[in-house]
C-alpha cells in the first residue's frame, strides 16, 4: 500500500535525479527527433527512427523495414509515402505532399520487389545529422 505523501516530498529529489533533470546537452536521440522536427514540426519518432534506419540500411524494402520496426505493413506504408513523395492520411486530416527524402526504387534482382533509398534532399538531411549522432569508438587492438 502506498503512504500518501505530502507535496513537499515530491520536491525533494536525490543528487542523482537532480543531476539527470539539469542536463545541458540533450541525448543524441533527443537532439535527432529535435532536428527532424525542425524540418517539419508533424514528424513522429516513428518516422525519424524509419528514416534513420532507411539512411543506415539502404535497399531495404518496405517489407523489411515494417519487421525492423515492428510495425505493420500497412503502418510502415504510410511512413513511407511521408518521407518518400506520396502524400498520407492520418485520421481526417491530409497531411501534406511528402518531405521527398527517399523513393522508392525496383530492386536489380527482381523488378516486383521496391527498395528504399535516399534521394539527394536524404543524403543532404543525412549528413547534417550526422554531426548530433555520437558514434561509439572502436577500440584498437
Not at 92 to 104: D, F, K, P, T, V
Not at 109 to 119: A, F, I, M, Q, S
Amino acid at each position: 500500500m502506498i503512504a500518501n505523501r505530502g507535496p513537499s516530498d515530491f520536491r525533494r529529489r536525490s543528487p542523482a535525479m537532480s543531476a539527470a533533470l539539469d542536463y545541458q546537452m540533450p541525448s543524441t536521440a533527443v537532439s535527432l527527433l529535435f532536428a527532424f522536427r525542425s524540418r517539419d514540426p508533424q514528424m513522429s519518432v516513428l518516422d525519424a527512427v524509419a528514416f534513420a534506419l532507411i539512411s543506415e540500411n539502404e535497399g531495404l524494402s518496405q517489407t523489411e523495414l515494417a519487421e525492423l520496426l515492428g510495425e505493420p505493413s500497412y503502418v510502415v506504408s504510410r511512413v513511407v509515402d511521408y518521407l518518400g513523395q506520396g502524400t498520407t492520411q492520418t485520421g481526417r486530416a491530409q497531411r501534406q505532399q511528402g518531405l521527398g527524402l527517399i523513393e522508392r526504387v525496383p530492386w536489380d534482382r527482381d523488378r516486383r520487389v521496391r527498395v528504399l533509398r535516399l534521394t539527394q534532399a536524404g543524403r543532404v538531411l543525412r549528413t547534417s545529422l550526422d554531426s548530433l549522432v555520437i558514434r561509439p569508438q572502436t577500440l584498437g587492438r
